[in-house]
């Protein structure tokens, strides 16, 4: 039997793994804290291409900052404010989220119309 680079790749897209979304069904993904030394840490949020798309770098409490809300403890980010557009998306943790890189991701976030 012969095979050809097109035989290869046909068999390649079916054995390759499926890369799946970072959090099915949300808009974005939060990424654990990061810390960047000297008392500065970050968070990152991601599409789910695992772009970075908005974040928060702060020496300070992350849920002072504007920009994430947090729950009563445990402490997670029960909710995203967009730095850019200022909508507002409920967060919560999720089974199905993944990882981006080596940031793993925290809460899954949605917008539910608000």
């Known amino acids: 039997m012969k095979f050809t680079a097109t035989s290869f790749l046909i068999a390649a897209m079916f054995i390759a793994p499926k890369v799946g979304a970072i959090c099915p069904g949300f808009n974005y993904g939060i990424g654990n804290v990061m810390a960047l030394g ?20 702060t020496t300070g409490n992350p849920c002072d900052q504007g920009i994430f809300e947090c729950s009563p403890p445990p402490i997670l980010f029960d909710q995203y404010t967009n730095t850019f557009t200022g909508l507002i998306y409920a967060c919560r943790t999720d089974p199905n989220s993944g990882v981006c890189g080596s940031d793993v991701i925290s809460v899954c976030c949605r917008n539910d119309g608000n």
């Open 38 to 57: 000297n008392g500065i840490s970050r968070w990152d949020v991601y599409d789910d291409s695992c772009n970075v798309v908005d974040g928060l770098t």
